[in-house]
T-cell receptor, first 109, second 115 residues
Framework: DAKTTQPNSMESNEEEPVHLPCNHSTISGTDYIHWYRQLPSQGPEYVIHGLTSNVNNRMASLAIAEDRKSSTLILHRATLRDAAVYYCILMEYGNKLVFGAGTILRVKS | GAVVSQHPSRVICKSGTSVKIECRSLDFQATTMFWYRQFPKQSLMLMATSNEGSKATYEQGVEKDKFLINHASLTLSTLTVTSAHPEDSSFYIC???????????FGPGTRLTVL
């Protein structure tokens, strides 16, 4: 599975947008970009995924670079409930997820 | 929709006993279920993949005779930790997906403590 690189941690203020970066320079043409998040002592939660085009859903937006070597998860207005570990994962369609270390997002009130 | 439950949420057992953890998809049919393990302050580690009606595929280094996985129906998979030891104490998490989906949906996890 192709690797991703994420910052260890980021901090945001409540009610402000958050941009979580992910580098995946060795991505292959069939790899989907997935984002999951995990709150303390809970199972991960699906956030969003995409292949080539930017994607929006009720939770977040996913901006994918034209060369697909990087992507950014955008939380439009961070709340305290968004504090979690965010995982950026590359996955071939229908294949397994391999979790890296992720980014710890802290949200300040 | 896409809810996955696990039972129990916490279990404490004595060394040498076996523990069974259930994973259920509540509102969809899970053709594939996955089992993960997570140690404190670490990321999730995939243990095995199971397809309904088939034998599970274990990741390298995971003992299939110690971690028995059964996926007998489209809504239920079980993980049995046999002859548990303190080093098996961990957070066990399942996830499920159905054939046409790309995303997985995770259960809330089971915290196992072996004394």
């Amino acid at each position: 599975d192709a690797k991703t690189t994420q910052p260890n941690s980021m901090e945001s203020n409540e009610e402000e947008p958050v941009h979580l970066p992910c580098n995946h320079s060795t991505i292959s043409g069939t790899d989907y970009i997935h984002w999951y998040r995990q709150l303390p002592s809970q199972g991960p939660e699906y956030v969003i995924h995409g292949l080539t085009s930017n994607v929006n859903n009720r939770m977040a937006s996913l901006a994918i670079a034209e060369d697909r070597k990087s992507s950014t998860l955008i939380l439009h207005r961070a709340t305290l409930r968004d504090a979690a570990v965010y995982y950026c994962i590359l996955m071939e369609y229908g294949n397994k997820l391999v979790f890296g270390a992720g980014t710890i997002l802290r949200v300040k009130s | 929709g896409a809810v996955v439950s696990q039972h129990p949420s916490r279990v404490i057992c004595k060394s040498g006993t076996s523990v069974k953890i259930e994973c259920r998809s509540l509102d969809f049919q899970a053709t594939t279920m996955f089992w993960y393990r997570q140690f404190p302050k670490q990321s999730l580690m995939l243990m095995a993949t199971s397809n309904e009606g088939s034998k599970a595929t274990y990741e390298q280094g995971v003992e299939k005779d110690k971690f028995l996985i059964n996926h007998a129906s489209l809504t239920l998979s079980t993980l049995t930790v046999t002859s548990a030891h303190p080093e098996d104490s961990s957070f066990y998490i399942c996830s499920a997906k159905t054939g046409g989906w790309n995303e997985q949906f995770f259960g809330p996890g089971t915290r196992l403590t072996v004394l």
